[in-house]
């Protein structure tokens, strides 16, 4: 026989039975094993999951072909999840939520960075892979929903539940096809571009943390500390400073001295956090430098859950966004901000709540009807002390129907059907012009008389309601039409009734709570926690336990 021919066929035979070998250490043992695990006496990670019909359903449907594993290894898919599981920090997760510190017990150098899986016992494979199964749905679920309930923690958060639109056991089936884990959990990213920035953050944050050789302890400053003065906080907040590289190393005589060189550096560091660069060194500096790295990526990852509650909507579309702890608004378009300006938000205990509603009209020279528990709590007794408040403050009293009275004839702290409000000009509370997103708070965004008060840093200052800088370019811009020019908008601001104006669409007004963001160009922005909000969260994020139930 021609020796091509019988090299031809021996060729053929040894790749027949290397697929023969292939397949037969593919179907290992795994089978009956894998199916026992699951339907007969039930393995520890099936009576403990959240979700053991759809692992049953999956695993029944490939007749029991394990999807991690492969030849008793991690395959393409499991090394992929592994991956994931453990760059879950990244979005502020705990990864051992998603068992990997028993996946890594399972690997045969867990003390290694690359982690590898070998000679494993039948009961062990089955084991890695119902963990990994396990994992991957419950990372799934919590990017998808967030990890803790809100409506269990925050009651100032008033957005609609987000719904899930996740099919668990088609995303399982997708993967068992071979589509890209990657790109599975990428697609669940929220408000993707946002989410994705502050996750490259915080991958920098981590390795800023890798080079953390600073003792945090807390640099107490009350009052001030101006410059030229000293302080014993002055040399631990000069090295923070030179840590984040707002200052470079210097000699100095005396380290307690706020000198020149510092002081120049803190003006950078208060500007790129957003602070007045005023290079006073506060109560809200010192707060700010005292957080170390690990400080940082709590408070990111706090702000990463607070996306994923956030419900779906499109933000393409023209909307104003306004963010509390940022004491800021911004009016956008498919994105690109074409407006933006300083705010006042509730004082601390008149929070402002944070949720979304449409924006439909504008009211210029506006009344203030002033709230039942304003009246009751400041204006019955201020009248109780001055007659004549309500005249010198331009109040009058109305009935329900809307009739003015006279105030002399109401007891306002025993008769019912009567409130207070104040007439328009330039003391009233409101300003000169609200923009109205009705809403069942009863919150708004409108002027004030008092427009210094733009210029304070802490800028919690209101009964709730939202109190904007430069009022009259936001009506302009809103309005956008040539017969809303200044003179006509000026013209509306002061009259003796307000006048009011429908827009002709409805615009979304979006009121966030964020105390860390990553912008365009990946540099993290944190801002003071005014509410007091983050430490809560922080707390059920770092809980072994989802407070969500997941069934």
């Not at 997760?93 to 960075?113: F, G, M, R, T, V």
């Not at 998808?144 to 996740?166: A, R, Y």
């Not at 770092?542 to 997941?550: E, F, G, T, V, Y």
Request: include cysteine.
């Amino acid at each position: 026989m021609n020796k091509k021919i019988i090299l031809s066929i021996a060729v053929v035979v040894v790749l027949a039975l290397g697929l023969i070998w292939f397949f037969s250490q593919r179907r290992t043992d795994l089978k009956d094993e894998l199916q026992a695990a699951i339907n007969g006496e039930k393995s520890e990670v099936m009576t403990q999951s959240e979700y053991p019909q759809i692992l049953q359903e999956f695993y029944e449907a490939r007749e029991y072909v394990e999807v991690w594993l492969f030849n008793g290894s991690l395959s393409k898919s499991g090394k992929e999840l592994l991956d994931q599981l453990e760059n879950s920090k990244y979005d502020g997760l705990q990864p051992d939520d998603y068992h990997l510190a028993e996946i890594h017990a399972l690997s045969s150098n867990p003390e290694k960075e690359n982690k590898r899986f070998r000679n494993l016992s039948s009961e062990e494979k089955v084991r890695l892979e119902l963990l990994l199964s396990d994992a991957f749905l419950s990372l799934v679920h919590d990017l998808e929903n967030g990890k803790v309930d809100p409506s269990t923690l925050d009651p100032e958060w008033k957005f609609e539940k987000k719904e899930s639109e996740i099919d668990y056991l088609t995303m399982l089936n997708e993967v068992g096809n071979g589509k890209s884990v990657e790109k599975i959990v990428e697609q669940l990213y929220p408000l993707s571009e946002l989410y994705v920035q502050g996750r490259e953050a915080i991958k920098e944050l981590y390795q800023i943390h890798k080079n953390d050789t600073l003792t945090w302890e807390f640099a107490q400053v009350e009052g001030a500390i101006k410059v030229g003065e000293e302080h014993a906080a002055i040399p631990a907040l000069r090295k923070r400073l030179i840590f984040w590289d707002f200052l470079n190393s210097y000699d100095m005589e005396n380290p307690d001295l706020f000198d020149s060189t510092m002081f120049a550096g803190l003006q950078k560091y208060q500007k790129a956090n957003g602070m007045n660069p005023d290079g006073v060194i506060g109560s809200l500096v010192a707060e700010s430098l005292n957080k170390s790295p690990q400080d940082l990526i709590d408070i990111a990852a706090i702000n990463m859950e607070r996306l994923r509650w956030m419900p779906k909507m499109d933000w393409e579309q023209e909307m104003v966004v306004v963010n509390i702890a940022n004491y800021q608004l911004d009016y956008l378009i498919k994105k690109d901000t074409a407006f933006t300006a300083k705010v006042i938000v509730g004082k601390e205990y008149s929070e402002s709540p944070t949720f979304t509603a449409p924006m439909s009209y504008l009211v210029f020279s506006p009344y203030w009807n002033i709230p039942e528990s304003i009246t009751k709590d400041e204006i019955i007794p201020s009248i109780s002390k001055n007659p004549n408040y309500l005249e010198q403050k331009n109040m009058e009293v109305v009935s329900s129907s809307g009739e003015v009275v006279r105030a002399s004839k109401v007891n306002l702290s025993k008769e019912e059907g009567y409130r207070v409000r104040q007439k328009p000009g330039g003391d009233n509370s409101l300003g000169l012009v609200k923009f109205m997103f009705p809403n069942e708070y009863n919150i708004y965004i409108h002027d004030t008389p008092a427009r210094s008060l733009f210029e304070k840093e802490n800028r919690a200052l209101s009964h709730g309601c939202i109190r904007i800088q430069n009022p009259e370019q936001f009506a302009q811009i809103l309005l956008d039409s040539k017969e809303w020019d200044d003179d006509k908008i000026q013209e509306a601001m002061h009259q003796d009734k307000e006048k009011v104006v429908e827009l002709d669409r409805k615009i979304p007004v979006v009121i966030l709570y964020m105390t860390f963001w990553a912008d365009k160009d990946g540099k993290a922005n944190f801002r003071s926690d005014v509410y007091d909000r983050d430490q809560a969260l922080l707390k059920a994020l770092r809980s072994a336990k989802s407070s969500l139930d997941k069934a």
